[in-house]
């Protein structure tokens, strides 16, 4: 079983302009045909445009409904990329007719999308634009997907582009299993990877992880509340002005619970 704790915390910038917050994610366990998935998005909307903040919530929540689909039709096979192509196509399409319906075009509701599905012998990552996913893969942390900041400074890609496809990441992992995962927006990205070398701030994921498998079933939930203050937190404000979103997922188990 998955212990899952997320949350998404405005940035002191947007207070500052009197915005809302324009992170949004999901995450949950899927259980189809006695099996089990995890699958967690995180989308982050383009402080440019008008509505992005719907933008990240509509994508994440039918990217969901895409997914589960999907896990309902697949039987032994895996996902492909394929699969996530067809997601990306179907978002765009959803997000074209909500924006007409409600008076915008497509390019108000611009948003970056990353998401993962992890089954017991296989995980599919895929990403649009920056943040990141980091897995504890044999058991060290690996950043899935380096954040695609494209060519320039403060630039990134959306899901909304026509050519969203083209920047599409995908990655399948089939051994060692998936036990642990992280997804960040890229509020949180220069705290938490080293971009010099190019890795996992190790001691971060360390920390946070080890308190999450130590909590019991039974009230783990409880640190989606202490996940939320501690990305409010003057120390992580101090750091960056960003939204921040952190999704947080384990099914490693610790000897010692608290």
């Known amino acids: 079983m998955w212990k899952i704790i997320n949350a998404s915390v405005i940035g002191t910038s947007h207070i500052d302009r009197q915005q809302i917050c324009q992170d949004y994610c999901l995450a949950k366990t899927i259980y189809s045909d006695t099996k089990s998935y995890l699958v967690a998005l995180v989308s982050d909307g383009a402080g440019s445009a008008r509505k992005s903040e719907l933008g990240a919530k509509y994508s994440c929540e039918i990217m969901l409904s895409c997914i589960q689909r999907s896990l309902k039709n697949i039987q032994s096979r895996n996902l492909t990329k394929s699969d996530v192509e067809i997601w990306i196509s179907i978002v765009q399409k959803s997000l074209n007719q909500l924006a007409r319906r409600k008076g915008f075009i497509l390019r108000d509701f611009a948003c970056t999308l990353m998401g993962t599905v992890v089954a017991k012998d296989w995980a599919l990552f895929f990403q649009i634009g920056d943040g990141a996913m980091v897995a504890s893969i044999s058991n060290q942390w690996q950043v899935i997907f380096w954040p695609d900041t494209g060519e320039y400074a403060n630039m990134t890609y959306f899901i909304t582009e026509k050519q969203a496809l083209s920047h599409l990441h995908v990655k399948i992992i089939s051994t060692p299993p998936i036990e642990e995962v992280a997804l960040f927006s890229d509020g949180?990205?220069?705290?938490?990877?080293?971009?010099?070398?190019?890795?996992?701030?190790?001691?971060?994921?360390?920390?946070?992880?080890?308190?999450?498998?130590?909590?019991?079933?039974?009230?783990?939930?409880?640190?989606?509340?202490?996940?939320?203050?501690?990305?409010?937190?003057?120390?992580?404000?101090?750091?960056?002005?960003?939204?921040?979103?952190?999704?947080?997922?384990t099914k490693r188990k610790d000897e010692r619970v608290l």
């Open 188 to 249: 949180l990205q220069r705290l938490v990877l080293s971009f010099l070398n190019k890795n996992v701030y190790t001691p971060f994921f360390d920390s946070i992880f080890s308190t999450l498998r130590k909590r019991p079933f039974f009230h783990y939930k409880e640190l989606n509340k202490s996940l939320e203050h501690y990305l409010n937190s003057k120390a992580v404000n101090d750091r960056t002005d960003d939204d921040k979103t952190l999704v947080l997922a």
